[in-house]
């Protein structure tokens, strides 16, 4: 059963190629996928590694937690599975009605 492993520090000019390149000298890789940023396409900085065995699992994160990858120390651990978070809410201040103003009265002339 395959092994997903999570690959921190990762130098921007590491490639979904590279990372399935230097894991394959552990084992069997199944995949390998750097995440980039939705907007730039530029890489984040991590990835994943999905070996084919525990034992090849293992293997990979004792030959490189730690060691250099592309002129870059590398954490490697075992992925653990994303947690719910909840929704983000976007904008900010003052509730839905904009950050304006105090209270005081809204309604006629209450001076």
């Known amino acids: 059963m395959a092994k997903k492993l999570f690959i ?5 000019a590491t ?23 939705r907007m730039s396409g530029r890489s984040k900085g991590f990835g ?12 990979a ?19 653990r599975p994303k947690e719910d978070r909840p929704p983000r809410k976007f904008g900010g201040g003052g509730g839905s009605r904009g950050g304006f ?4 009265s809204r309604g006629g002339n209450d001076w």
């Open 61 to 79: 994160i004792e030959m490189w937690n730690g060691k250099e990858l592309d002129g870059r120390p590398v954490t490697v651990n075992e992925a």
């Open 101 to 104: 103003g105090g209270g005081g």
């Open 15 to 37: 490639t979904d190629e590279t990372l399935k390149n230097a894991f394959a000298q552990a084992g069997t890789v199944e995949s390998a996928s750097i995440i980039t940023d």
């Open 48 to 59: 994943f590694v999905e070996m084919a065995t525990d034992e090849d699992a293992q293997k």
């Open 8 to 12: 921190g520090g990762l130098a921007w």
